[in-house]
């Protein structure tokens, strides 16, 4: 990878963390899984599997590491999945191919290590006759330790996701909603009126109260001191989406619409942060089955960030109208906002300090999260061969409500990407990236990088896939 600076966005954003802010010149990635067997010609597979996946990353350069991106165990019963370990997931109704990133859990960060109970597909509802299916999540992980201002933080997670319409139908709805929550931990940087000698509520007998997001069931209990009356009668910092999505699918092209609400205070359930939200629009024309041409676009996504009311610049506690300064990612208990291991969980476009220009005026945890985004994602493959992606990206940002940015900055980030397959070794892909950044958010930087992929499966029991790869 070479680089005029910092690593440029479209190059390590929504890339699980893999990808260092700081120049690396080569990369060496490694992977391994196995996956539940497929069902037969008959329609039949076991009733219960198993599988693993693991991912391994060498950066070397100026910030050299090695990560574990993926070690996990996962079994299944019927439609019912277990896991546990790191699994690379994205969380909401998105399109997850060229999407600028789901807004509460956009794959920017490097996985959480969780134990995860799961109905991971949509699965009909029985008597519904397919016409009603459901899936969701429920999950308890951890916050990492190093580096981070308050420590032995637990994550909590679940979610549910609905759908109307059988699978071959041409129109379908969706709808649903996930819940995260940072809670438990300890710091020596916590002031008085946020903790008791820096400690946060730790025992398992709030759990309820944490995963059901209820007030505090031991309101007398003298270890819990929070920053006001109202958030007394919470534990943790509850945050997440409510998400709606609409499908349509045609002879020549299917449509997915989908709009993301975001919670992370008062002001959805008041109804005063509504013009806040993730909108977007992919489209996937088809291909007529025998046609060849020069070139062919397969998927525009097109999508529109905003966060920049968060129900306005005021909090009065007893008026509704005026629960605002959301402060979206940040929280006055977990100083270090929705990051791990520095990088925004959710969408990219919300920018930590480490990632803004220095003379931006500092904040711990978010330090811009009130933001107006335009973003356009194009795929297309040309001459049946060379698979190309672009991603191009337009902000103007605000900083946040207790600290703003002045002048509004505006930011434009590009991609353009190429991927060719080789008929050498069997199962080789050489990929180039070339991707910019200019204007007054980020640094400006210009970078790109040659990655020479091979995979192959192993045969076996199970059916292991294993895919080296090097980016230079």
């Given at each position: 990878?070479?680089?005029?600076?910092?690593?440029?966005?479209?190059?390590?954003?929504?890339?699980?963390?893999?990808?260092?802010?700081?120049?690396?010149?080569?990369?060496?990635?490694?992977?391994?899984?196995?996956?539940?067997?497929?069902?037969?010609?008959?329609?039949?597979?076991?009733?219960?599997?198993?599988?693993?996946?693991?991912?391994?990353?060498?950066?070397?350069?100026?910030?050299?590491?090695?990560?574990?991106?993926?070690?996990?165990?996962?079994?299944?019963?019927?439609?019912?999945?277990?896991?546990?370990?790191?699994?690379?997931?994205?969380?909401?109704?998105?399109?997850?191919l060229l999407t600028s990133g789901s807004y509460i859990w956009s794959g920017n960060a490097l996985p959480f290590p969780k134990i995860q109970l799961a109905l991971p597909a949509f699965t009909p509802i029985p008597f519904t006759k397919g016409v009603l299916s459901v899936m969701g999540t429920f999950s308890h992980g951890w916050f990492e330790n190093q580096g981070r201002l308050v420590q032995g933080t637990y994550l909590h997670q679940s979610s549910f996701y609905g759908r109307i319409g059988k699978e071959s139908w041409r129109f379908k709805f969706y709808g649903g909603f996930n819940h995260q929550v940072m809670w438990g931990g300890y710091s020596d940087h916590l002031d008085p009126g946020v903790s008791v000698n820096g400690k946060l509520p730790s025992n398992i007998k709030y759990y309820p109260a944490v995963i059901l997001g209820i007030r505090n069931p031991f309101p007398d209990?003298?270890?819990?001191?929070?920053?006001?009356?109202?958030?007394?009668?919470?534990?943790?910092?509850?945050?997440?989406?409510?998400?709606?999505?609409?499908?349509?699918?045609?002879?020549?092209?299917?449509?997915?619409?989908?709009?993301?609400?975001?919670?992370?205070?008062?002001?959805?359930?008041?109804?005063?942060?509504?013009?806040?939200?993730?909108?977007?629009?992919?489209?996937?024309?088809?291909?007529?089955?025998?046609?060849?041409?020069?070139?062919?676009?397969?998927?525009?996504?097109?999508?529109?960030?905003?966060?920049?009311?968060?129900?306005?610049?005021?909090?009065?506690?007893?008026?509704?109208?005026?629960?605002?300064?959301?402060?979206?990612?940040?929280?006055?208990?977990?100083?270090?906002?929705?990051?791990?291991?520095?990088?925004?969980?959710?969408?990219?476009?919300?920018?930590?300090?480490?990632?803004?220009?220095?003379?931006?005026?500092?904040?711990?945890?978010?330090?811009?999260?009130?933001?107006?985004?335009?973003?356009?994602?194009?795929?297309?493959?040309?001459?049946?061969?060379?698979?190309?992606?672009?991603?191009?990206?337009?902000?103007?940002?605000?900083?946040?409500?207790?600290?703003?940015?002045?002048?509004?900055?505006?930011?434009?980030?590009?991609?353009?990407?190429?991927?060719?397959?080789?008929?050498?070794?069997?199962?080789?892909?050489?990929?180039?990236?070339?991707?910019?950044?200019?204007?007054?958010?980020?640094?400006?930087?210009?970078?790109?990088?040659?990655?020479?992929?091979?995979?192959?499966?192993?045969?076996?029991?199970?059916?292991?896939?294993?895919?080296?790869?090097?980016?230079?």
């Amino acid at each position: 990878m070479l680089t005029s600076g910092k690593t440029p966005f479209w190059l390590r954003a929504n890339q699980y963390g893999t990808v260092p802010l700081q120049n690396s010149f080569m990369r060496l990635e490694a992977e391994a899984h196995a996956d539940y067997q497929a069902r037969d010609s008959t329609g039949y597979r076991p009733k219960m599997d198993w599988g693993y996946g693991a991912n391994v990353i060498v950066n070397a350069g100026a910030s050299s590491q090695v990560l574990l991106t993926e070690g996990y165990l996962k079994g299944r019963i019927g439609a019912f999945e277990l896991y546990a370990g790191r699994r690379k997931e994205i969380i909401g109704l998105v399109d997850t191919l060229l999407t600028s990133g789901s807004y509460i859990w956009s794959g920017n960060a490097l996985p959480f290590p969780k134990i995860q109970l799961a109905l991971p597909a949509f699965t009909p509802i029985p008597f519904t006759k397919g016409v009603l299916s459901v899936m969701g999540t429920f999950s308890h992980g951890w916050f990492e330790n190093q580096g981070r201002l308050v420590q032995g933080t637990y994550l909590h997670q679940s979610s549910f996701y609905g759908r109307i319409g059988k699978e071959s139908w041409r129109f379908k709805f969706y709808g649903g909603f996930n819940h995260q929550v940072m809670w438990g931990g300890y710091s020596d940087h916590l002031d008085p009126g946020v903790s008791v000698n820096g400690k946060l509520p730790s025992n398992i007998k709030y759990y309820p109260a944490v995963i059901l997001g209820i007030r505090n069931p031991f309101p007398d209990d003298q270890t819990i001191q929070t920053i006001t009356h109202f958030e007394e009668n919470r534990i943790g910092n509850h945050l997440g989406s409510i998400d709606l999505a609409a499908e349509l699918d045609l002879n020549t092209v299917n449509f997915y619409a989908y709009r993301q609400f975001f919670y992370d205070d008062g002001s959805l359930f008041y109804g005063t942060n509504l013009d806040d939200g993730l909108n977007g629009l992919r489209i996937r024309p088809k291909r007529e089955n025998g046609l060849r041409s020069n070139f062919y676009l397969s998927q525009i996504t097109v999508e529109y960030l905003f966060t920049g009311s968060q129900g306005g610049n005021a909090f009065v506690l007893d008026d509704p109208k005026l629960r605002g300064r959301d402060d979206y990612f940040n929280n006055g208990q977990y100083l270090d906002g929705w990051t791990y291991f520095g990088r925004t969980v959710g969408t990219p476009f919300l920018s930590p300090q480490s990632e803004v220009r220095p003379n931006l005026p500092p904040r711990s945890g978010i330090a811009n999260n009130r933001v107006s985004l335009f973003h356009l994602g194009l795929t297309g493959v040309l001459l049946d061969k060379i698979n190309l992606t672009t991603k191009l990206s337009v902000s103007r940002n605000a900083g946040t409500y207790p600290i703003p940015y002045p002048n509004l900055p505006t930011q434009f980030s590009g991609l353009l990407a190429a991927s060719i397959p080789l008929n050498i070794l069997g199962g080789t892909e050489i990929k180039a990236m070339f991707a910019f950044d200019a204007g007054d958010l980020l640094p400006s930087s210009t970078g790109m990088f040659i990655a020479l992929r091979k995979s192959g499966v192993l045969s076996g029991k199970k059916t292991v896939i294993v895919s080296p790869r090097s980016r230079f």
